[in-house]
């Protein structure tokens, strides 16, 4: 396979809002990112992934973006977002931006045109079409955040599609003149010297032209047969490979919900010429239930395993796989996949940190991960930010279908905003995040929890974190090892090998809270250990 940047590298993400607020509004900034860039560089990331900086009335916290040029008036100016860029270039760190172009807000200069008739010229910009009646939407699609995907414009009568929030109206990518604008503003960024983009439901962005009533699921019917994976989808990504992406050294991740393996090689195969990696989401959906994420299901380890597992073989030599066990739509990964109760927290967290990092792929670190970050007590429906979690509560709570004090339970497991509280850098006031009132609610475990504190323990989950992305720059194998799974059937360890020559890693992870016993096979016990959650240094023979 080709060697390339992007396959050594450490990304980090950085979720805007939460992460640094310099100027006491509540609310993170740019020069709140740039003021922490040292931070980054010596936790030793390479990459950072910014969620969304455009300007944007906020309905989806940025993922609405109401002009791609500019950046939101809560996080700074054009000349902070510079400023930061050069300082992160200094030091050798790159920025990759999200780009999101399945849907813009509806306070878009081209959605505000669109709207107004029905032949403005950029009415074909988004997705139009006539009711079956006067009441009732072109179809029975449901949105990604509750009620249909269509919503009625009184202006000219018809409806326009959405597959998220009223207010992120999609575009319609078979319009050559959108690819062109969005290619152009594309170019535009990359020629500031960004080094990249994540590129949020990319998957979606080709519609078939008929529209009928999707699989009906419950009151609404499923789009995905004809939204994601489109007819077009490789067509209009090759387009912009050519026009943009290959002009360019920087890197590209796909948010491509829905795929499979093979799917994946089509999407970021070596050489396909479209994307250079996807995030799949097979290991984060193992834990869904009949209301989606709703629920209290854990993830079971065997399936975890075999979804991993085919991942790292179904790729082996054709395309790169993306690692993550959080994300901003995710919950804390140490919550979720481990034990954040206190005697276990930090020795989970770096478990997850290695049975993660040690696979075939580019690790993504989540702001705070690092830190071993857990969900926060949220109480009441009123704590939530979220537009996904608010209005799931209230349809899911409103049609009878689940009691409240359930969907609250399920919320404070599942919900997007435990991700979103602020970043905790030290034990004063908020966290150190904000001199003012956080948007969200603080985890009130930071006084335990924090960067300051972990920074001067050698044990903590920070350094051990720093010294896993320190070995990926020693080690060839663990950026280029072949994967292989050992002890398939095991309920509790996650074992698995890698293998460059004649070299050989084993990887040996205890999901329980138990101790477990594990003989280790021949060829390994005279090997050295490279690292370890207990610190341990040597293989005894028993
Ligand atoms: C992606 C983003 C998510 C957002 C959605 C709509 O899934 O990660 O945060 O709500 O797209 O843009
Ligand atoms: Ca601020």
Redesign the pocket.
Same mark, same amino acid.
């Given at each position: 396979m080709n060697q390339t940047w992007w396959k050594e590298a450490v990304i980090y993400q950085i979720y805007p809002r939460s992460f640094m607020d310099s100027n006491g509004d509540g609310i993170g900034d740019i020069k709140g990112i740039t003021s922490r860039l040292d931070y980054l560089k010596y936790l030793g990331v390479d990459v950072i992934w910014l969620s969304p900086i455009y300007k944007s009335p906020n309905d989806?916290n940025g993922?609405d973006i109401s002009d791609y040029q500019a950046i939101m008036d809560e996080f700074g100016t054009m000349e902070d977002f510079d400023e930061m860029l050069s300082q992160a270039h200094k030091r050798g760190l790159r920025i990759i931006m999200d780009l999101?172009v399945?849907?813009t807000s509806d306070e878009h200069k081209w959605f505000m045109e669109s709207r107004k008739s029905k032949d403005n010229e950029y009415r074909d910009y988004y997705i139009w079409r006539d009711g079956k009646d006067a009441e009732t939407p072109p179809n029975n699609w449901g949105s990604c955040f509750g009620g249909s995907a269509w919503q009625y414009d009184e202006t000219t009568g018809m409806y326009y599609l959405h597959l998220?929030s009223k207010k992120?109206p999609d575009l319609n990518w078979d319009n050559p003149n959108v690819r062109k604008d969005v290619f152009d503003m594309m170019t535009w960024w990359c020629d500031k010297g960004i080094d990249g983009f994540r590129m949020?439901?990319i998957s979606m962005i080709s519609k078939t032209k008929e529209m009928p009533d999707g699989p009906a699921a419950d009151f609404y019917g499923d789009y995905s047969p004809y939204c994601v994976h489109g007819p077009n989808i490789h067509k209009y990504l090759r387009e912009m490979n050519e026009k943009v992406l290959s002009k360019y050294d920087i890197m590209t991740v796909g +948010?491509t919900s829905g795929v499979t393996t093979e799917l994946a090689k089509q999407y970021a195969g070596e050489n396909a010429g479209e994307l250079n990696m996807v995030f799949q989401f097979e290991h984060v959906d193992l834990d869904g239930g009949k209301y989606g994420k709703w629920t209290d299901r854990r993830v079971n380890l065997r399936e975890f395993k075999q979804v991993m597992t085919s991942w790292q073989t179904g790729l082996e030599g054709k395309a790169w796989n993306s690692l993550f066990l959080g994300n901003?739509?995710q919950p804390r990964s140490v919550s979720r996949f481990g034990n954040d109760a206190p005697e276990y927290r930090e020795i989970c967290a770096k478990m997850l940190a290695t049975c993660l990092h040690m696979l075939k792929g580019t690790p993504y670190v989540y702001q705070g991960e690092e830190l071993g970050m857990k969900n926060c007590p949220f109480s009441g429906i009123e704590d939530y930010r979220d537009i +996904?979690s608010i209005n799931a509560f209230r349809t899911l709570t409103g049609e009878g279908k689940i009691a409240p004090e359930d969907m609250l339970r399920y919320l404070a497991l599942r919900s997007?905003d435990n991700a979103r509280t602020p970043m905790q850098w030290d034990d004063s006031v908020n966290a150190g995040f904000s001199s003012g009132t956080p948007w969200i609610m603080v985890n009130p475990d930071y006084t335990e929890i924090n960067a300051a504190r972990e920074l001067a323990d050698p044990d903590s989950v920070f350094h051990y974190y720093r010294q896993l992305i320190a070995l990926r720059k020693q080690e060839k194998i663990i950026v280029h090892g072949v994967y292989e799974l050992l002890e398939p059937d095991s309920e509790s360890l996650y074992v698995y090998t890698r293998t460059l020559g004649e070299e050989k890693l084993l990887v040996i992870c205890n999901f329980t809270a138990g101790e477990e016993e594990y003989r280790i096979p021949r060829e390994f016990v005279s090997g050295s250990v490279l690292t370890g959650n207990y610190g341990r240094t040597t293989v005894e023979e028993t």
């Open positions: 989806d993922y999101v399945n849907h998220f992120q949020d439901v +948010e901003h739509d +996904e997007r």
